[in-house]
């Protein structure tokens, strides 16, 4: 069966991303954070390091949630399976010495690649709400990328000249940190 945002019927057996997706899919061709969870369970995308909390696959769904269902279709899963093995990808290099964490300085660095220019007070916050004992494990790790993904493009979003300033209103800026 072709869930809506799947590839043609003659490339469905080419991506082996559809497999996976219509093997978690519920009967309405969506993916949950519960299943979407389940899914990374079973899958052992996350390992070696221990599996997404349930919270995390909500955020995921979140950051590529374009029409507010709270569930993703074929599209948006693929995409977000490229996202999580980048983001699995840029871990591993910086974890050097294969604890499953991170420390501060090697957070810096991993969020530096990718694109992300963070002070030393943000980076401060972000080891004071996802460290523990300095260190930084995965799931962590990804809940953390995603809101700065979330954030980043929102305020992208806003900030049409480019300026470094944008305006939110009242609801928007609700909508925007509730939703990570």
């Known amino acids: 069966m072709a869930f809506p945002g799947a590839p043609p019927p003659g490339e469905l057996a080419q991506d082996p991303i559809y497999g996976y997706f219509t093997a978690v899919a519920g009967q309405d061709g969506q993916i949950s954070a519960d299943e979407l969870q389940r899914f990374f369970t079973l899958s052992g995308i996350a390992e070696p390091y221990r599996p997404f909390s349930l919270e995390t696959c909500r955020l995921m769904i979140t950051m590529l949630d374009r029409d507010m269902s709270f569930s993703m279709g074929f599209t948006e899963f693929k ?15 910086y974890d050097r010495d294969r604890s499953g964490t991170v420390e501060g300085h090697e957070l810096q660095q991993a969020f530096s690649a990718m ?15 996802y460290s523990v004992q300095g260190r930084i494990v995965f799931d962590d790790f990804m809940s953390c990328t995603i809101k700065l993904r979330v954030l980043t493009d929102q305020f992208k979003r806003r900030d049409t000249t480019g300026s470094g300033r944008a305006e939110f209103h009242f609801d928007e800026f609700i909508q925007v940190t509730m939703n990570i």
Request: net charge positive.
């Open 79 to 93: 995409e977000l399976w490229q996202s999580v093995s980048g983001w699995k990808n840029t871990f591993a290099s």
């Open 115 to 129: 694109g992300y220019n963070l002070s030393p007070l943000m980076m401060h916050i972000i080891m004071k709400r």
